[in-house]
């Protein structure tokens, strides 16, 4: 429809005038694109990435007229891609779709409006196909491509500062550009304009490159006869290579849904054009941080979460529940309409903002902690509980205490309260829960908090008071009284921020450090995107990831990793106690240890290794025994030691640790002597 502007027939007509256009009554194949000339297939192609035909080919009706055409003329060739180079060239314009297919009975043959069903003076409605092409405007080459598209190449741009798109050298392609001799001229393009539905992206070409296609058979550079002139031709394909991001939150992105919604799509998708829901920019991005639930599904499959919650629910004794509401029932007071009907409506209205349907009671404690908690009950029907501490109702603002209350109500929708009755109850003494664990449950808890924070945005809706309640809360200043404006706040948030982002800070306890808190909120309160939130927040999540602010734990993480594989592949395999040995000693480093070992073990492993000793002894030579024995202990952690094994322990103790071969001996003497023990199987 508007794609396809010629039609080749061996035969021509007289008439002139409106041509209904009929699809026929068998769907489209999946492998229509490899049965057809490479000329045609490039179009499909190219219309496909442009939105313009869907990418399944058998969502095409069938069976039906689906809209009509001008012929306007008829010619012995055109310029046109779809020209087969034979017969009469049938050339259409002013295409226009049925708003809805329109069933009729036809037998072959052109019948123009020859059927009873439809009259061409009365015809349904019916709308014009817009067809998106690729545009050039001064340097800039405009090129219309789905928003996933540009998603993809935008995180591709991040990751590795270049992303490529290809498109086919096509009739309607190659008039984009100028030539010159003959030849497609793209030196002058500077930047690639993606347009999508709800933004335009600019990107900076580094190069244009034409390569020809190649047979993948048989590794040749394929040939095809073309149709237009029979002779034998390369392929050309044009390579836009794409390189950093140079406008992503400027003009080409809008500012607001309202603004999106006003304007309308930009690029008009393939379902947009059948009638089909357009998608709306979304007035608040979903409150859930991906890797919150990554994390989250981590732990509760690695505690067995499935039999534990069934344990629980049969071996557990203890009454949580009861014991909080006896002490909110004998020390609180609860908010009850009748009694404290202003209070009472601020927490109707946050229950009706987030659509929390599930009984709460709420109360009151008298004490000068400005804080609040809630406690999920999960294991009967009695409501769950939200207290609210007095200096704080005293302290803030109606908005502020519907951001704390939104808050709570997200650990709640969340059910945070289970997992962690899950995680206190495989370990009800902390300090034996193993050390990557921990690193683990304080980031989850971290994230859970960052994620209620944007429950409590979306209960008031007010980012003023959302970091109004912050700075409250961390300095008990009423700072409303005192006229601090919002701006003043994010700008002093963002200069004690940069301490934590310039590698010096790391936030340790299970709720993240108010500049993270405040700054995480002002990403969910203004980006209008995933993509760009996504971006945002990635700053924030990686100081989470800390565990540590010492120069010498990124080298000694690659020590680590890079020496546990060199040594657990000595004999030739790598047993999963290796494996778990080396990630008990990373995950005191990293928080996901198994894909840090794994990323190292793509790079060059004793590069690595060598740098990360040098590295690490230049920061602090004492390290060099326990480094030594770390080896040590991985080589005989299978309960076996080789010849071989042992001299790999003298030559590496003497070329990166300075030890003789006798003092190697005396260490590996040491270790086997404390905790050796035989392979059982050995001995049978």
């Known amino acids: 429809m508007g794609i396809k502007d010629v039609d080749n027939h061996s035969w021509k007509i007289d008439y002139r005038g409106k041509i209904l256009i009929v699809a026929g009554p068998e769907k489209v194949p999946a492998n229509f694109t490899e049965n057809i000339p490479y000329e045609f297939a490039n179009e499909i192609h190219n219309n496909t990435m442009f939105g313009n035909i869907p990418f399944k080919l058998q969502e095409f009706p069938v069976g039906a007229a689906i809209g009509y055409a001008d012929l306007v003329d008829i010619v012995g060739e055109s310029d046109s891609g779809w020209d087969e180079g034979e017969g009469w060239v049938f050339v259409f314009k002013n295409a226009r779709m049925f708003e809805e297919p329109q069933t009729v009975k036809f037998d072959s043959g052109v019948k123009y409006f020859d059927v009873p069903e439809l009259n061409p003076d009365h015809l349904p409605s019916s709308i014009e196909f817009p067809v998106n092409k690729v545009e050039t405007e001064d340097d800039t080459v405009k090129i219309p491509l789905p928003d996933d598209i540009i998603t993809k190449m935008v995180e591709e741009v991040e990751d590795a500062e270049v992303s490529y798109l290809d498109f086919f050298s096509t009739p309607s392609v190659d008039s984009a550009f100028p030539r010159k001799r003959g030849r497609i001229q793209t030196d002058g393009f500077k930047k690639l304009l993606a347009v999508g539905y709800a933004s335009n992206v600019t990107f900076e070409i580094k190069r244009f490159e034409t390569y020809q296609v ?79 639930q990554k994390m989250r599904e981590n732990i509760y499959n690695a505690l067995q979460g499935s039999a534990i919650d069934e ?162 809360m961390s300095s008990g200043l009423d700072i409303t009284k005192m006229n601090v404006k919002l701006d003043v706040l994010l700008e002093e ?136 024995r770390y080896i040590i202990n991985l080589i005989i952690a299978d309960n076996s030691l080789s010849i071989e094994e042992m001299n790999f322990i003298f030559e590496i103790g003497a070329n990166a640790f300075g030890y003789s071969k006798k003092e190697c001996a005396l260490m590996i003497a040491q270790q086997i002597q404390q905790g050796f023990t035989p392979d059982m199987m050995d001995l049978y």
């Open 214 to 292: 190649k047979d993948w058979n048989t590794g040749k550079t394929f040939k095809y006869t073309s149709l237009k002139t029979g002779r034998q031709v390369t392929l050309d394909v044009h390579r836009v290579c794409v390189g950093k991001v140079l406008l992503t939150e400027a003009k080409d992105i809008f500012d607001s849904a309202e603004e999106a919604v006003a304007k309308g799509p930009v690029l008009q998708t393939m379902e947009d054009k059948l009638g089909g829901p357009a998608s709306k920019v979304p007035d608040h991005l979903p409150p859930t941080i991906p890797l919150e």
């Open 311 to 472: 344990l629980i629910r049969l071996a557990d004794s203890s009454d949580s529940g009861t014991y909080f509401r006896s002490v909110m029932e004998g020390h609180s007071l609860k908010v009850e309409k009748p009694l404290l009907d202003h209070l009472y409506g601020l927490f109707e209205e946050v229950r009706d903002a987030l659509g929390y349907k599930d009984p709460i009671d709420f109360y009151v404690t008298g004490s000068s902690s400005i804080n609040a908690f809630s406690v999920s009950i999960e294991n009967d029907d009695r409501p769950s509980i939200v207290n609210v501490n007095s200096a704080l109702l005293t302290l803030m603002t109606d908005q502020e205490v519907k951001f704390v209350l939104g808050h709570e109500l997200g650990h709640l929708i969340n059910h945070d309260s289970k997992m962690n009755s899950l995680i206190n109850f495989v370990y009800p003494q902390s300090g034996l829960m193993p050390l990557g664990l921990q690193h683990k449950v304080r980031l989850w808890n971290q994230l859970a908090e960052l994620e209620a924070d944007r429950y409590g945005y979306l209960a008031c809706g007010d980012l003023a008071a959302c970091v109004s309640a912050f700075y409250k």
């Open 493 to 628: 948030n963002r200069r004690h921020l940069e301490y934590f982002l310039s590698d010096k800070g790391v936030s340790l306890d299970s709720h993240p450090v108010n500049p993270i808190r405040v700054e995480g909120l002002r990403l969910y309160a203004t980006c209008k995107s995933d993509r760009t939130l996504k971006k945002g927040m990635t700053e924030l999540t990686d100081i989470l990831l800390k565990v540590g602010s010492s120069e010498i734990d990124k080298p000694m993480s690659d020590f680590i990793a890079s020496a546990g594989l060199i040594a657990a592949n000595i004999d030739g395999k790598m047993t999963d106690i290796e494996v778990n040995s080396i990630l008990e000693q990373l995950s005191a480093q990293q928080i996901f240890a198994k894909e840090y070992l794994k990323a190292i073990s793509k790079k060059d492993v004793a590069a690595v290794f060598n740098e990360s000793v040098a590295k690490i002894m230049s920061i602090e030579p004492g390290y060099r025994e326990p480094m030594l």
